[in-house]
């Protein structure tokens, strides 16, 4: 066994970056490499970076910038770039960054153990190909960690939708989605290892389209194949496209008790205009029906979404018709971002529309959401729900975890036994600007 070393891997963005960091330290570990919290005692530092942030390039050089201090104190230090950036930005960051030793893209961080191995040689190493092998089959050899009652699985990745602001398509590839055997088998493992929710995860999740027993299964077919698991009490997924909604999807939501009343889907915008502009392919009214129906088959879903402001070419109409459909939706969660230009995307060549303009519409916009947001939690009071407790609250006595509608929700427990990964009854009794509070049924 080699001696062991300490990894520390800074996440940005998005949930499948989670799960990425999680699969690249199981993929060290067999290199002798435990994780540790601290930078200052790491023997190598990954960055996984995420290029749906705004300026992520430029923040990512910054980063490398503040980490030269401890490449100074210790020459030995390894240091890595992961992730979407890494992938876009590839030699540019070995020529710009001498005291980077690695440039490892999404689909090749099953290669890390090697290129390490070059790396301790004397090497730099980049690594940004989209390889014919499955990084997933290499990555099934290793058992998932245990980091608590809740865990990501990846069950697709890459995206065929190519909207105009997004670098996704450019950075992760095609869509392409796992064998639904190998999900359900890495699934069996977390549940083995004390986890008691998943939550399946895409850049297209419902586009889920894998190889399965009697051909090709979709998401709703993985979802209630998974439900099956003795143990797995708790299926959610995200991300979503309305186009790729369809009726057994809609109809799981109602008819799978595991699969939690919380859907995150993205519309955008509510400008028919701003919606072709955007290449989404779907429109306002498309997608106040599709919500509908969802609601229909499973009435208390909370629905969450995604809007940009600021679009190219927006005007104040457009952004009425934005503010008009948040208002016929009520959504219970959202994140909302002003337009930031990503280069070599087709909306980054358009004129801009001014940032004065931009923050004002996403001030307006925030205030409505979170007016939305706050109404839905204080219906929330004096209703019973189910909590997966997850960890100690800031004070004695406190546990914290997450509602069916994943809500964060803080309960005192003394002496009532409370244990991390615990599933109980909780009357929700108060309601803060971005959690629940609540007592034990």
């Known amino acids: 066994m080699p001696a062991e ?119 730099r190493a980049l690594d940004t190909d989209f390889p014919d092998e499955d990084k997933f089959d290499h990555l099934a050899a290793r058992p998932r960690a245990r980091r608590g009652p809740g865990a990501f699985l990846t069950v697709q990745e890459g995206c065929d939708k190519f909207c105009a602001f997004c670098v996704v398509p450019y950075t992760r590839g095609a869509e392409v989605s796992r064998p639904a055997a190998r999900v359900l088998s890495e699934a069996r493992d977390l549940v083995e290892r004390g986890v008691r929710e998943i939550t399946l995860l895409g850049q297209n999740v419902n586009a889920y389209h894998g190889d399965g027993t009697g051909g090709e299964w979709s998401l709703a077919r993985l979802i209630r194949e998974l439900a099956r698991i003795d143990g797995l009490d708790r299926i959610r997924y995200t991300t979503s496209h309305p186009n790729d909604m369809d009726d057994d999807l809609i109809a799981a939501h109602g008819e799978v008790a595991e699969l939690m009343p919380y859907l995150h889907l993205p519309v955008q915008s509510g400008s028919d205009r701003v919606l072709k502009a955007m290449n989404r392919k779907h429109t306002a009214d498309s997608y106040l029906r599709l919500i509908g129906r969802i609601r229909a088959a499973r009435p208390d879903i909370l629905i969450s979404g995604d809007f940009i402001v600021g679009f190219p070419g927006e005007t104040e109409s457009d952004f009425a018709d934005t503010l008009a459909l948040v208002g016929a939706v009520e959504y219970g969660q959202c994140y909302s971002f002003k337009y930031s230009t990503r280069p070599g995307t087709p909306a980054a060549e358009r004129p801009q529309v001014e940032e004065p303009v931009k923050d004002d519409r996403l001030r307006r916009l925030q205030a409505l959401l979170r007016d939305q947001q706050h109404a839905v939690q204080r219906r929330m009071v004096g209703q019973e729900v189910g909590v997966l407790f997850d960890k100690p609250g800031r004070e004695p006595g406190q546990m914290v975890g997450k509602s069916d509608h994943l809500h964060s929700v803080f309960v005192f427990v003394a002496g009532d036994g409370v244990a991390r990964g615990d599933l109980r009854r909780v009357r929700i009794t108060a309601s803060a600007p971005n959690s629940l509070a609540g007592t034990l049924v």
Do not use: W
């Not at 996440?11 to 960091?21: F, K, L």
């Open 5 to 123: 070393r300490k990894l520390f891997i800074k996440t940005y963005g998005c949930q499948m970056n989670v799960y990425d960091s999680e699969r690249m330290a199981e993929a060290l570990g067999g290199s002798g490499y435990v994780v540790t919290d601290d930078a200052e005692e790491a023997d190598m530092i990954l960055l996984n970076t995420c290029h749906i942030r705004e300026k992520a390039a430029e923040k990512m050089y910054s980063e490398l910038g503040r980490l030269r201090g401890l490449k100074d104190a210790n020459p030995d230090l390894r240091i890595g770039v992961a992730g979407c950036v890494a992938q876009a930005e590839g030699q540019e960051i070995l020529r710009r960054q001498p005291l980077v030793d690695l440039v490892v893209g999404p689909q090749s961080y099953h290669r890390l153990p090697q290129m390490e191995a070059r790396v301790r040689g004397g090497e």
